[in-house]
């Protein structure tokens, strides 16, 4: 693939809902670009973009796609993101990388959660957008429909170039609104320039709103409208172009991405109306001969041929020749091999230039990361969603947890969004992601990059046991045998108070118990307080106060006192009405206000303590509560079918607070099964 100059390459990151047509509207735009000989299809597995065998499996895009291709004299890098919410991780670095954002709306369902959080990423990236109503070949898709729900949901932004005309409930023909043109097309695909229809008033009121779009451009052809003077061609494209750069014009387009329908028309309008590489704002000019900037957006982990790291170039070029700066890290990075990437197709280049997106094997670098060669620039990492669903790894051979360990922090250097830590408590390998599917891809690459197997299992919740009231004990430890003995002797008082550790005291009169020994009284009861009797879980808020006791001059021992102090311990407990304690985390939940009601039902059955509620912006509702951990383990999932993906959330820890009597005998009971296990 030859190469481009910053006004000739656009980088387009297509987004939207799960289910849409975002891969099929790109193995589209390759199809007609000529960029493939053959129309993949996500049924047969055969697309460009979802090549990776969990991606086939499963017919859905999971990771993000790099799909160059070569139109009228441009270059357009289509970015094919994931719609899934597991996989978010995909439009996060689609939409960072990209220059502009299509979002592909299905005809049949409109406008959902999916479209609106593209919308809401690509605003917040001050992003240009650009819709194609797809699926139009389809039975109950209604163009105009969908269009009324982007109007709603996108405001007067909205402004149709491209539209149907139904016949008998279908689509007989499109019409081009920038040229006045109607096509329509073959079972192949094939179209042919057709009279244009009569549309009645709808035409006169769709180049109204066309040209009242453009005249908001500019105050020159805002006049010349205000005057009543007809905009010419030129004048209405280089106003829609600057419109959608700032954003003031949003264009929609139809079609059909299996039948081709609308096609062509979407590729003109890519490349001549959205913004290319050289008109973006950007934090330094996008100039193939000034300082080299490179920016790590993408990163994939191959236990074969290393890491692989994709970069956009911001300014200057990236090649062999130069060793920049990895401003995250401040270390030198040596350029290896350089390579346009599509699917799994690899095509070597010597360099990438400014604006440009490539690909480089076998560099340190991490997702995030900014290379400058001549300038201190650095590009502000992406904030991504943070993983909010954790399951326990079982692993299906003893001794493996290593192994899991190295594995798994391979993969988090391609997925931000997945999380890995070891409780030293439970002694669990929790790993967190963005849900179940999340999770389920994750297992899946461990096993076929990895050679690891593991399952999933409950995560533990990490308990305390505590006492509510003062005992005083004795513990006595005698032995006898052929030489010295055994004698340590003690008297403690037990008693509640705040604390995470135990609390030790000595009140001893006339030296019943030496000084020397207080240590390994001590000694024995926080070792004996690393584990309660009821579920052996750790002790916390207890006080012991060491009161009375005897000794033996030959026979005592730092030894023998130790296991008087725990002997104490596991008589005195048991006399203290010991408790188990859960921990209570602080929520916060983000839902649609319709559903405010539903999540407040809910959290109440997991005997969550609502604290309040405050209305957010878009019609959704902030409640914070307080809620046993415990019962939160699959919150993550039922927010999402609750709310269809709309709804968000936090937590965390907030403190200890005592546990049900009548849960006591669950908890108790499944502490001895793992103990048993273990």
């Known amino acids: 693939m030859k190469s481009y100059s910053p006004d000739k390459i656009k980088n387009i990151a297509i987004v939207g809902h799960g289910g849409c047509g975002k891969t099929s509207l790109a193995e589209a735009l390759l199809f007609r670009s ?89 605003k917040q990236q001050n992003k240009p957008v650009m819709v194609f109503v797809s699926k139009l070949d389809t039975e109950h898709a209604d163009f105009y429909k969908v269009l009324e729900d982007l109007k709603a949901n996108f405001g007067p932004a909205i402004c149709p170039l491209m539209v149907p005309v ?99 028309v979407l ?70 091999k350089l390579m346009f990437l599509c699917g799994k197709k690899q095509e070597d280049t010597k360099e990438l230039t400014a604006g440009d997106i490539g690909a480089a094997t076998k560099l340190t670098v991490n997702t995030g990361d900014t290379l400058c060669d001549g300038t201190d620039v650095i590009v502000e990492p992406i904030t991504y969603p943070a993983p909010c669903y954790s399951r326990a790894m079982i692993t299906s051979a003893k001794g493996d947890e290593s192994k899991v360990s190295g594995a798994v922090t391979k993969l988090l250097q391609e997925d931000p969004t997945l999380g890995f830590n070891v409780n030293t408590e439970t002694k669990q390998q929790i790993i967190s992601g963005l849900g179940e599917q999340h999770l389920d891809v994750a297992l899946a690459k461990l096993k076929s990059k990895f050679g690891v197997d593991v399952t999933l299992g409950e995560v533990r919740v990490p308990y305390r046991e505590t006492i509510r009231k003062k005992v005083k004990v004795e513990g006595k430890h005698k032995k006898q045998t052929g030489g010295h003995g055994q004698f340590g002797h003690v008297w403690i008082e037990f008693e509640p108070c705040v604390s995470e550790d135990l609390v030790f005291e000595e009140k001893i009169f006339g030296g019943a118990v030496p000084k020397g020994f207080f240590p390994a009284v001590e000694k024995g009861l926080r070792e004996s307080a690393q584990k309660g009797i009821l579920a052996g879980y750790p002790m916390v808020g207890l006080k012991a106060r060491l009161v009375d006791g005897s000794y033996h001059p030959v026979d005592s021992s730092e030894m023998a006192f130790k296991m008087a102090a725990s002997i104490a311990y596991r008589e005195g407990i048991p006399q203290a009405s010991p408790v188990l304690l859960e921990p209570i985390d602080t929520l916060k939940v983000l839902v649609p206000d319709a559903n405010t009601g539903d999540m407040m039902g809910e959290l109440n059955k997991r005997r969550g303590r609502v604290l309040g509620m405050n209305p957010e912006e878009d019609n959704m509702t902030m409640i914070e509560a307080e809620v046993p951990e415990a019962e939160m383990q699959d919150f993550a999932m039922l927010l999402r079918q609750m709310t269809q993906g709309a709804g968000s959330f936090s937590m965390e820890f907030a403190r200890y607070e005592q546990l049900p009597e009548q849960l006591h005998v669950e908890v108790i009971s499944k502490a001895k099964a793992v103990m048993e296990e273990a």
């Not at 697309?47 to 990771?63: G, Y």
């Not at 160059?68 to 996989?87: A, C, H, I, Q």
């Open 34 to 122: 000529g960029a493939t000989d053959r129309l993949g299809k996500i049924a047969d597995g055969t697309t460009v973009s979802d090549c990776d065998p969990e991606e086939i499996k499963r017919k859905a895009s999971l990771t993000l796609s790099v799909l160059p291709l070569e139109y009228s004299g441009y270059k357009v890098n289509l970015l094919d993101t994931p719609g899934l919410f597991d996989f978010a991780v995909g439009m996060y670095e689609g939409i960072s990388a990209a220059d502009s954002v299509l979002i592909c709306v299905s005809g049949k369902s409109g406008v959902n959660v999916g479209t609106k959080k593209a919308y809401k990423l690509a």
């Open 166 to 264: 139904y016949k008998d409930d279908k689509v007989d023909c499109y019409v081009d609104l920038i040229h006045l043109k109607a096509y329509s097309y073959d079972g192949s695909g094939s179209r042919k320039e057709v009279e244009m229809p009569d549309m009645a008033h709808r035409l006169e009121g769709l180049l109204a709103a066309i040209s009242e779009a453009v005249a908001e451009t500019d105050e020159a052809l805002f006049e010349k409208f205000f005057s009543g003077e007809q905009f010419t061609m030129e004048e209405i494209s280089e106003g829609i172009h600057n419109g959608i750069k700032s954003g003031g014009i949003i264009p929609v387009f139809a079609g059909s991405a299996t039948t081709l329908e609308g096609i062509t």
């Open 267 to 336: 590729m003109e309008g890519m490349t001549k109306l959205l913004p290319s590489a050289s008109e973006v704002d950007s934090i330094i000019p996008c100039d193939p001969n000034g300082p080299l900037c490179a920016y790590v957006f993408k990163t994939i982990a191959d236990p074969f041929f290393g890491k692989l790291s994709f970069f956009k170039v911001l300014s200057g070029k990236l090649s062999a020749d130069v060793t920049p700066k990895n401003r995250t890290t401040g270390e030198l990075e040596r350029i290896g």
